[in-house]
Structures are given as structure tokens and as C-alpha cells.
């Protein structure tokens, strides 16, 4: 066989070299845009997705009636047409209007058998003690897994004579996704469920006076994240609830449960007369951060301190309402530190709330500015920063829970100039019934 000549050989080493350019330049392009797919699928909403598919498969399947799908039995009991998004808002808090916020009402009922078709009942009128608000609005993928996990280990750990409430503020979006995972959690655990779909923008409109006055101090700016209505709905929770419901708790939907709610709902017998709230202490040293200029001018306050303290550190303690006597010898045992409250968890006894001058007279924008001013608080936490003042210049409003049904698991604040002191803060002493798996923190096995 011939010998190629040098230049021939030449330019075809380079044609080949050109041709691996080329397919390399193809190969990095594909990849590229599979990371892009990758980023938006992550970030955008479910629905959304929902739909794109579907202009590639509405050639090959049909849609299903009603968004249930072949392993879902409706049945129609107590009709009443399901009001839409739409209705217009009234600020008079009559039983009518707060049905205007409502998207639809069911109960879901498991199979008779594993096979079976799930029953679903339109309700109308339904009461019950166990009465558990979310709000889940915005969806995106990672919102949508806490919401799951949060439905799955409030069935699972539930038990079955005892039937729960889920109220769930949320938009058009949102919705159909809540309905899909509640579904699927009801045949999983063999455990019925009523729950209530309510508009979350008409809710909020319910507490716009409220947002108005808490915002500017309680936000670091206008449009950050705790500035949304959403972050503010607990203050005005009772103009929401129906008039008849006494006592309800609001969970974050990045809660997960380790024991049965109905212990949960046990604490309000703990609660004494005067108790409108229950939350528990926030976990970490963003109150004492906050509170560094109060601190510096009181330095032996316990606003902003751990919740467990040594018997010295509270013995050294100045008394929060007169900063003059120091505690009594038997009531070190009684005391521990103000570390803030966590809005992760709280517990609401409406009735009382409803009916407390008091605690109306604190909304108003005038008791807010007083109180910030005294504290020289500026927060950026949303409703968990009038809670903290709250409980702190009325300790009798408020109930404290125990850490152990609100385990947070940031730890954002440790690696922030705090290190030194943040495992003080994190201490939660007893058996974990609830986790919060806030600042996206994983929840343990």
C-alpha cells in the first residue's frame, strides 16, 4: 500500500483534530443543556411543570375528569358549589364572608380494601378538636417535599380514632398539589382526613391593617422575604377560623412529626387562663444578635440569653420588668433564659384571642413603635418578632412550649460570629416529638 506524503498526512491529522473540536464543542453543549433542564426543573413550579408536559402527551392520553385519577371514587354528600378564587373580599368578619375565603372542603376516606377507590365527600359544617393550619403557596419543588413529608408524618405517628382537621391556606397552583399528596398519604397509612383548601390572597387581604403595621419594623426591607402577608397570617389567624373553633395550632410545612398530634393539642391544658399563645424558644442566638445595642445598655438582662442557663448565670440575672431585684433563691429552679420565641409551632386559643383588649391593643402600629423603641429591637422575622416582644412584655399572653415539640435544626447562625456560644442556644433537653427543619436543615431518620 502507498505512503501517504507528509502533507497529505498532515492535513488529515488536522481534518481530525477539527472533527474532535467540533464533536467536543457538540458534547459540551448537550451537557450544558441538560444542567439548564436540571436548574429549571428544580426551581420551577409543579404545576408548571405540570402543563409543559403536558403539550407532549394530550395527543396520547386523555385528560381525567375532576383531577382525580382511576384509583379515586367521588362521591358527592352535602353539595355545595366550590367557590372560586374570585369572590370578593369584605372586611366585615361575618360567617359569610369567611366562607367566601374558601376554596372547597373534603374528607378523604381510605379503601375498603388496598385495591380500592379512595372516598371523597364534599363536607360543609363539619367540626373538630383537632384543628392544624399550613400554609402552602408558591410551590416550587423543594416546598413540595416538605409538604409531603409533613402530611406523610402527620398520618403516620396519628392514630386512627381520631379524626383530623387540615386547613390549608394556598393558591390556584398550589392547590391541586396538596390534594395529589394528601391522597396518596391517606391510602398509604390507611387514615381519613377532613381538610379545607382556603384562598391564601383573600386571607390575606383578612390582615392587611396587620401586615401594614407590623412591616416596617419587622422586616428588613419592604419586599423581603418575611415582608409577604404569609408571615404575619398567625397574628390575624382568628378573623380567618371559623367563629365556632376554639383552638387550632399553625405548623410551618417543614415541620415533621414524631409523635401523634393529639399531644400536641393536649398542651392547651396546660395553658392557664390568662395563656392566648403557645410557643416554644427559638434555638439559636438571632435575638441576641438583634437585641446587641438592649444588651449592651442592660447587660445582665435575659432577653436574648439561652434558654438553659447554669443556677449562677440566672442568679446574676436582673429582673426583666424593673432591672433592680435580683431573683429569689427558690425561684432559680422556675427561671431559664429569654431566648426569643420560634413562630414554627404555635399553639392558638382563638376563643380568648378574640376576646382580649389587650392583645387587639398591641396591633395597633402606635404599641409597636413604644414597644420596638423600648427593646431598641429592629427584627426581620416576620410574626416571631411580635411573638418574642410579646411574651417577653406580657409573659402571661404566652405559653411556653417545650423545645421538643419545636426542635429547630438551623444552625445558620454558627457559622455566622457565633460559634462560641451557639451550642448554649441549640441545647434541647428531653425526647423530639416534632423536628423543623428550617434554614432547609435535614430532619433525622
Known amino acids: 500500500m502507498a ?29 450544558s443543556a441538560i444542567v439548564c433542564i436540571v436548574i429549571f426543573y428544580a426551581n420551577t413550579n409543579i404545576i408548571g411543570r405540570r402543563s409543559l408536559f403536558a403539550l407532549f402527551l394530550n395527543n396520547r392520553s386523555e385528560p381525567v375528569v375532576g383531577g ?21 373580599y369584605a372586611s366585615s368578619p361575618t360567617e359569610g364572608n369567611r366562607k367566601a375565603l374558601i376554596i372547597k372542603s373534603l374528607l378523604i376516606r ?59 391556606l394556598t393558591d390556584e397552583n398550589s392547590a391541586h398539589s396538596v390534594d395529589q399528596m394528601l391522597e396518596k398519604e391517606v391510602r398509604r397509612y390507611r387514615r381519613a382526613i377532613m381538610y379545607t383548601l382556603y384562598s391564601m390572597r383573600l386571607c390575606a387581604e383578612r390582615v392587611v391593617d396587620i401586615v401594614n403595621s407590623m412591616t416596617p419594623y419587622f422586616s428588613s426591607t419592604p419586599k423581603s422575604y418575611y415582608s409577604d402577608s404569609l408571615f404575619f397570617l398567625s397574628l390575624g389567624l382568628h378573623r380567618i377560623a371559623d367563629e365556632s373553633m376554639e383552638r387550632a395550632v399553625l405548623l410551618d410545612c417543614d415541620i415533621v412529626f414524631r409523635a401523634d398530634v393529639r399531644l400536641l393539642f393536649a398542651e392547651f391544658e396546660r395553658f392557664s387562663k390568662e395563656n392566648l399563645f403557645g410557643l416554644a424558644p427559638e434555638l439559636t442566638p438571632v435575638y441576641r444578635h438583634i437585641l446587641y445595642r438592649y444588651r449592651a445598655n442592660f447587660p445582665n438582662t435575659d432577653f436574648g440569653s439561652p ?25 432559680r429552679h422556675l427561671r431559664h433564659g429569654y431566648p426569643g420565641l420560634n413562630s414554627g409551632v404555635v399553639l392558638l386559643h382563638l376563643r380568648r384571642i378574640r376576646h382580649s383588649r389587650l392583645y387587639h391593643d398591641q396591633l395597633q402600629e402606635t404599641a409597636i413603635r413604644k414597644l420596638t ?12 418578632d411580635f411573638f418574642t416582644l410579646l411574651g417577653y412584655e406580657f409573659p402571661n399572653l404566652i405559653y411556653r412550649l417545650d423545645c421538643v415539640w419545636n426542635r ?3 444552625t445558620w447562625w454558627k457559622d455566622h460570629g457565633y460559634s462560641d456560644v451557639f451550642d448554649k442556644y441549640f441545647t434541647c433537653k428531653g425526647r423530639i416529638k416534632m423536628y423543623h427543619g428550617n434554614c432547609n436543615a435535614r430532619v433525622p431518620e
Open 307 to 331: 434558654f438553659y442557663m447554669t443556677p449562677n448565670e440566672i442568679y446574676n440575672l436582673v429582673s426583666a420588668e424593673t432591672h433592680a431585684h435580683k431573683i429569689r433563691k427558690s425561684e
Open 110 to 168: 381510605p379503601p375498603a380494601s388496598k385495591t380500592g377507590a379512595l372516598e371523597i365527600f364534599n363536607i360543609t359544617g363539619q367540626t373538630s378538636d383537632y384543628n392544624i393550619f399550613v400554609i402552602y403557596t408558591k410551590e416550587n419543588y423543594q416546598l413540595h417535599v416538605k409538604f409531603e413529608l409533613f402530611a406523610r408524618s402527620l398520618l403516620k405517628f396519628s392514630t386512627s380514632d381520631v379524626l383530623l382537621y387540615l386547613h390549608v
Open 373 to 384: 423603641s423600648k427593646y431598641m429591637f429592629k427584627g426581620h422575622l416576620g410574626d416571631q
Open 68 to 88: 382525580f385519577d382511576d384509583q379515586t371514587n367521588l362521591i358527592i354528600e352535602n353539595t355545595n358549589p366550590t367557590l372560586p378564587l374570585a369572590n370578593a
Open 408 to 410: 429547630q435544626l438551623c
Open 3 to 31: 505512503e501517504m506524503s507528509p502533507g497529505f498526512r498532515d492535513k488529515f491529522i488536522k481534518v481530525i483534530k477539527l472533527g474532535h473540536l467540533k464533536m467536543a464543542k457538540v458534547m459540551f453543549l448537550i451537557i
